[in-house]
């Protein structure tokens, strides 16, 4: 009778001690999509990007001037000092068209980083929700299906994206 009543105790204690494992889940592309400080981002390479295609746009135009008047004065000039024009404009637009693919680039790169940087920093900012929180986990969902499933409760999108963008300031 003693063994029983110890096991039983036993058992009572030991399930009293498991702890209730709190978990939920995001929407990755949700949030991510609307935070605060990606859309700051993006509008600033926008505005970046505006700027670089204005920029390309007058000095494609320009070469175009150059090569019409080349054209025009084509007649007038001497073979040999026509080719060496035309030759010059043509070197001259190859080095403008590198120049222009490694600002492209450069651009590129940098947004790219900034990118990261923010994904970074949203995954931090779930840790450390989730462990101010009392949860145990908290699943990211996205388009591949890694939860396929998950209660409305526990549906933690709207909350951390509400606590995400209070923390947030626009410098």
Do not use: H, W
Not at 29 to 57: G, H, M, N, P, W
Request: charged share 30%.
């Amino acid at each position: 009778m003693k063994k029983v009543l110890l096991l039983v105790f036993g058992m009572l204690l030991m399930a009293s001690c498991q702890k209730e494992m709190k978990t939920g889940f995001i929407d990755n592309s949700e949030l991510i999509k609307e935070y605060q400080k990606r859309k700051d981002v993006e509008a600033t390479f926008k505005t970046k990007i505006e700027k670089f295609d204005k920029k390309i746009d007058s000095i494609g135009k320009s070469f175009q001037a150059k090569a019409a008047m080349l054209q025009q004065n084509d007649p007038k000039l001497a073979k040999k000092e026509s080719q060496e024009q035309y030759q010059a404009l043509t070197q001259q637009y190859q080095m403008f068209q590198q120049q222009t693919q490694m600002e492209e680039q450069a651009i590129q790169k940098e947004s790219q980083t900034e990118i990261d940087t923010l994904i970074k920093e949203v995954r931090t900012f779930v840790k450390d929700y989730g462990k101010k929180n009392g949860y145990t986990f908290i699943l990211g969902s996205n388009e591949a299906g890694s939860v396929m499933y998950g209660e409305e409760s526990k549906d933690l999108t709207k909350i951390i994206l509400e606590e995400l963008n209070k923390t947030y300031k626009k410098d």
